[in-house]
């Protein structure tokens, strides 16, 4: 099924709903002008569907292999990377400095989940060079950033991140990677790293890992991790890639999806490795990485729903089967009840997830370019939400389209099945979404709930504002936004452990209201369409928004009651 990128979603979201002018309004984002950016969503657009779109059942079916210590990436997957690169899709929000077009990071969103509508597999290679960027922006030194930055950006390199080890997962503190100073301002890197996502390729001049590793002076925990920066192949004085490292790719995992995707096992073994920031200091770094792969596994999971979503409707609108007594019906199974219901939720579902993202950042955008705490605040809030929700929404959506199929999606031949299993890991990696939950009503909540309490005043104001001319659809808003307000201020008294026993619900209750907010803004800049897709939403999936409020009041009592032995199987 051909692929469509949604472009013309994107210029409404923009336009109406989370108002991209205003941050080109700044003097940092000016340049991203009206025009500039619908050009480039158009040829982002354009690259994912004639380009990426037709690789994405070649990674299922050929996926990467080892070979002889080398990764065998999927047919194709070369000519797509190159086509991404040569785009400058790695690097459009990039410093210009180095040859970044230095555009919204707004924009940027939009490009990637186009990308991961079309291929997954393939844009989690540009994601993690995004990432990687942009800690070395932030925190490399000028002799680090002025040989790396300009290959990175080109795309002639890529980039990846090693936290997690076998015996250290989401507890990064446990990690036993060591650093021994080499005496002459590098360091000898040691140890293993699993779970590494486009750990080595076939088709980049380098591959360039961030490496989190404890220098011989390092204190247990978080506290003495430190960063660093190791090639595969060591630079020359001139920036060529010369000499291999001390590194290897073990293994590749034998994963539930995304196959094309080499998920590798690096073994260090005294690898030639520089210090990106401050002795350690890693943990800091390596967050401005990974919060901006949060936001970037959230929309993962938004791309996956899209195209899940998109091959679906397609299947509808061809399979006959059965006949519904429709008005101006199709003929197809479309016109019955149960299909509608899900298309239409699928619809709904992936608007407000896409929504929320692109508010994600803009508020990031808008804490950039104006350095105002509120705007820094606005998107720390979100950050979870959006990576939570989002991958959740690629998960529930991809299930729905598996079901539209029926039998046949099942059968592995239809693709159905594929974008459920290539989403899934996104609910787990850059941070479970139980761990986004706690980091919402835990660190995100520091200030008392100040900067959840500010976006609740805006969700008021505009059903307020929307009373006069939809009362049926801003009602419904005002009062949820009410309902998660108090469940905010119950949240916020509550010690560690109750917060932490209703996280997750907390989580998708806030959800929820924001999808129902950007819905009704949609309703109030459209015309019936807008308005029929607002309407179910606020009617029919809004009010899941009251139980998980419930669930997240209720603590943590009752939640230990069953012991280890009462939850075994008798």
Known sequence: MPYRAPVSEFRFLFDHVVELATVSATERFAEADAETVDAILSEAGKMSEDVLAPLQRNGDLHPAVLENGVVRTSPGYADGYKAIAEGGWVSTSADPEHGGMGLPLTVTTAVNEMMASACLSLQLNPLMTQGQIEALEHHASDEIKALYLPKLISGEWSGTMNLTEPQAGSDVGALRSKAEPNGDGTYAITGQKIYISWGDNDFTGNVCHLVLARLPDGVPGTKGISLFMVPRN????????????????????????????????????????????KEHGGMAAMFTMMNNARLGVGVQGIGAGEGAYQHALAY?????QGRAAVPG?????????????????????????????????????MATATGQADWTARAALLTPITKAHGTEVGMAVSE??????????????????????????????????????????????MDGGEAAYRLLDEIEAGAEAARETMPDLAQPVWSA????????????????????????????????????????KAASAGGDTRKSLAGFYISRLLPDHAANCAHAR?????????????????
């Open 234 to 277: 060591i630079p020359d004085e001139n920036g060529t890639p010369g000499v291999a490292n001390t590194l290897k790719v073990v293994s590749l995992e034998h994963k539930l999806g995304l196959h094309g995707s080499p998920t590798a096992v690096m073994q260090y073994d005294g690898a030639t490795g520089w210090l990106i920031g």
């Open 316 to 320: 509808a609108l061809e399979r006959k």
């Open 329 to 365: 019906g199709t003929g197809t199974i479309l016109d019955h009840a149960d299909v509608r219901r899900m298309l239409t939720t699928m619809k709904a579902e992936l608007f407000a997830a896409r929504a929320i993202a692109l508010a994600n950042a803009v508020a990031l955008d």
């Open 400 to 445: 729905l389209g598996l079901q539209v199929h029926g039998g046949m999606g099942f059968i592995e031949e239809t693709g159905a099945a594929q974008y459920a299993r290539d989403v899934r890991v996104t609910a787990i990696y850059e941070g479970t979404n139980g761990i986004q939950s706690m980091d919402l009503v835990a660190r995100k909540m």
């Open 481 to 520: 936004a009410e309902n998660l307000r108090e469940t905010t201020e119950w949240l916020v008294g509550q010690d560690m452990s109750d917060r932490f026993a209703g996280a997750l619900p907390y989580l998708r209750a806030f959800a929820r209201v924001l999808g129902a907010h950007y819905h009704l």
């Open 554 to 570: 209720a603590g943590a009592e009752g939640l230990y009651a069953l012991s280890p032995e009462d939850l075994a199987v008798a």
